[in-house]
């Protein structure tokens, strides 16, 4: 009987680790890319040099589309420092060179004090883990993202330039389509 038990034990998570293997295994990556700057278009290495020109570019990415199998470029990333600066710029482009958004990683300490303030009285037992400014060019409107989290509950809450909290509804349609 207590062989039986064992073995019932055994096989059970021999099937678990199985099927989570080959759960794991098929989930395709639709993020970024790494790619060599060779493969970016020059259109877009200009543009970049034209909006950031002391930026300096760590790694580019491309976004392949929807689907794993999409081969036709959608979106190209650099991840950057700006003026020899320690934060980290993040800029997306359009395969022909428009910038599409810019994206700047803030400390806690770096935020405006009317984001933190609204957003410490909004989520009071929660810690502000990071927040990214982010630039949207088209149309031309700034948002900071704003990372809370609660033990292992994590929200993204988004606010104006004036500390305003804008609700998930009224984002971009961008913002809940792309990752960033």
């Known amino acids: 009987m207590i062989k039986l038990k ?31 700057t060779a493969e970016v278009p020059s259109e877009v290495i200009m543009s970049h040099n034209t909006n950031f020109p002391n930026g300096f570019v760590r790694s580019w990415a491309v976004n392949r589309g929807l ?8 979106r190209y990333q650099a991840v950057f ?29 770096n935020v405006p004090s009317e984001i933190l303030l609204q957003t410490r009285s ?30 292992a509950l994590v929200e993204m809450v988004y606010y104006t330039v004036n500390g305003m909290k804008i609700p998930k509804n009224e984002l971009p349609e961008e913002l809940l389509v792309f990752k960033y």
């Open 122 to 151: 909004e989520f009071d037992d929660s810690e502000v883990e990071h927040v990214h400014f982010i630039t949207m060019f088209n149309p031309k409107r700034e948002i900071y993202r704003v990372k809370v989290r609660d033990q």
């Open 6 to 36: 064992a073995m019932k034990k055994i096989t059970l998570l021999f099937l678990s680790l199985i099927i989570t293997v080959s759960l794991t295994a098929q989930d395709a990556s639709l993020e970024f890319d790494p790619i060599a």
């Open 67 to 74: 689907s794993a199998t999409d081969r036709i470029p959608e």
């Open 81 to 109: 420092s700006d003026g020899g600066g320690t934060n980290s710029h993040t800029a997306t482009y359009l395969p022909n060179g428009m910038l599409f958004f810019h994206s700047e990683f803030l400390d806690p300490d």
